[in-house]
């Protein structure tokens, strides 16, 4: 569900002292102030929309296969799937370095 973790959660966490990375499992948990929090702090922060992408891309092969009543082998589908996380991986990486945090 969305926005159930705010900046006093976050707070929480960050307090604990062992924290070494947010990444978001549901469609946005955090909300835009806990973010800003992780963010205040020097915290790795991966929202859910990268760090979900393989279930989010699946999905949208899932409902592709349904509109177009196809059915895709198993292969097919892990082909697409790849393909589409290769590409969210090298614009990731191309973000990452024109804000100069390469690699």
Same mark, same amino acid.
């Given at each position: 569900?969305?926005?159930?973790?705010?900046?006093?959660?976050?707070?929480?966490?960050?307090?604990?002292?062992?924290?070494?990375?947010?990444?978001?499992?549901?469609?946005?948990?955090? +909300?835009?102030?806990? &973010? %800003? /929090?992780?963010?205040? =702090?020097? @915290?790795?922060?991966?929202?859910? !929309?990268?760090?979900?992408?393989?279930?989010?891309?699946?999905?949208?092969?899932?409902?592709?296969?349904?509109?177009?009543?196809?059915?895709? +082998?198993?292969?097919? &589908? %892990? /082909?697409?799937?790849? =393909?589409? @996380?290769?590409?969210?991986?090298? !614009?990731?990486?191309?973000?990452?370095?024109?804000?100069?945090?390469?690699?």
């Amino acid at each position: 569900t969305q926005n159930e973790l705010g900046p006093a959660e976050a707070g929480l966490l960050l307090a604990g002292g062992r924290l070494v990375c947010v990444a978001e499992g549901a469609n946005m948990p955090c +909300t835009a102030p806990a &973010v %800003d /929090s992780f963010h205040a =702090a020097g @915290m790795l922060f991966a929202p859910g !929309k990268a760090s979900n992408a393989g279930g989010v891309a699946t999905s949208g092969l899932e409902m592709a296969q349904n509109a177009q009543r196809l059915s895709w +082998t198993r292969q097919e &589908v %892990d /082909s697409r799937l790849e =393909a589409i @996380m290769v590409d969210i991986h090298a !614009k990731c990486a191309e973000t990452a370095s024109a804000h100069g945090c390469p690699g």
